[in-house]
């Protein structure tokens, strides 16, 4: 049998499909943790920056405005690198303290880009605001971190898929490999039956798995088949060998006819015994002919419902003449029917 090409297999496609399923399965996993990931980093900012805006206000309402002012341009001064920014402003918008500028209002709370607060930084900004008496404060902390954690992710998300695709598609083309292998002895073996070599069994492996048990009914079918295609050939040699007899007799009967017809003798014996004969041969044909209908179904619309009891009290009503003659006892035992009997010895 010729190898099935792999890439027009069942098997490859599976194994296709499987690997696709996994890929998948991962990514949309992958990118579910991302965004739950995410969104606990982006509410843990907002919670600090929150929390900041709370001691800011308690300031504010303890100590005053001055001393208020003094504090956050304290925290303003004691920021490096631009980590967290404040904005103050009062009632008309100008700007008391700040260590950014703003390109618009800031909101109330987003996320925002640090280009839009006058930063060169390529990453974004949490921010909150909220009013301090006729001033408006806005505190805000940078995204960095999270554009890190976003990007080892994505790095380590990225590698960890291929390595996953690398290792789905290695196992289900292992099992492919095996899988149409398989196939293909299977299909080596079908071939040596249907090249008339009956005595072949297609191979079963330990696993006992499905194709196993298919594999064994087709080695009993094969097995079946076999048995018939046997009984065939020795019923077919024996039809043979009967007919062999009758047809050398009606060859015998035809030449004797022939040679005393060219004698002017009468040959009408002859010709009876040719005729007896052949009607025992067509007899023997019709036989055949039905034994093959009925095997094949096809005088199965003629059949009829027997009632055996019946026929075996006919049959046994027929034979009581002659035990009574014997002095013999014939008895039949059927349900439904009488017992017939005459006794003085039982056969």
Not at 14 to 35: E, H, K, M, N, P
Not at 169 to 195: H, K, M, P, W
Not at 268 to 276: F, M, V
């Amino acid at each position: 049998m010729r190898p099935v090409e792999f890439y027009r297999s069942i098997s490859a496609r599976l194994a296709a499909l499987f690997t696709a399923i996994v890929v998948l399965g991962v990514f949309v996993g992958g990118i579910t943790a991302y965004l739950i990931i995410k969104t606990e980093l982006e509410q843990r900012h907002f919670t600090i920056i929150e929390n900041d805006l709370r001691y800011f206000a308690e300031l504010y309402r303890k100590d005053g405005r001055d001393e208020f002012i003094d504090a956050l341009q304290s925290h303003t001064h004691s920021t490096r690198d631009h980590e967290a920014v404040f904005n103050l402003t009062d009632a008309t918008g100008k700007t008391l303290v700040s260590n950014i500028s703003p390109r618009q209002r800031l909101p109330d709370k987003a996320e925002i880009a640090s280009t839009a607060l006058g930063l060169k930084e390529d990453f974004s900004y949490f921010l909150v605001s909220a009013p301090m008496g006729t001033m408006r404060l806005t505190l805000g902390q940078s995204a960095e971190d999270v554009s890190e954690i976003e990007e080892i992710f994505l790095q380590a998300s990225g590698w960890a898929l291929l390595l996953i695709f690398a290792l789905t598609l290695s196992g289900v083309f292992a099992i492919a490999t095996r899988t149409n292998q398989r196939i293909s002895e299977l299909g080596n073996a079908l071939d040596a039956v249907n090249a008339g070599k009956l005595d072949t069994r297609l191979p079963v492996s330990r696993r006992n798995d499905e194709i196993d048990r298919l594999v064994t009914l087709m080695n009993r079918s094969i097995a079946a088949l076999g048995c018939v295609v046997e009984t065939n050939r020795q019923i077919s040699s024996d039809i043979a060998h009967d007919l062999k007899a009758p047809l050398n007799r009606l060859r015998i009967d035809i030449e004797r006819a022939i040679e005393r017809e060219a004698r002017g003798e009468k040959v009408t014996e002859e010709l009876e015994r040719i005729e007896a004969e052949s009607s025992r041969i067509l007899s023997t044909f019709d036989a055949l002919l039905r034994i093959a209908q009925i095997e094949s179904g096809a005088r199965k619309e003629r059949f009829v419902s027997l009632d055996l009891g019946a026929a075996t009290s006919k049959v046994a009503e027929f034979y009581q003449s002659y035990a009574e003659d014997l002095g013999a006892t014939l008895d039949i035992d059927v349900p439904g029917h009488p017992t017939k009997s005459t006794a003085t010895r039982s056969f």
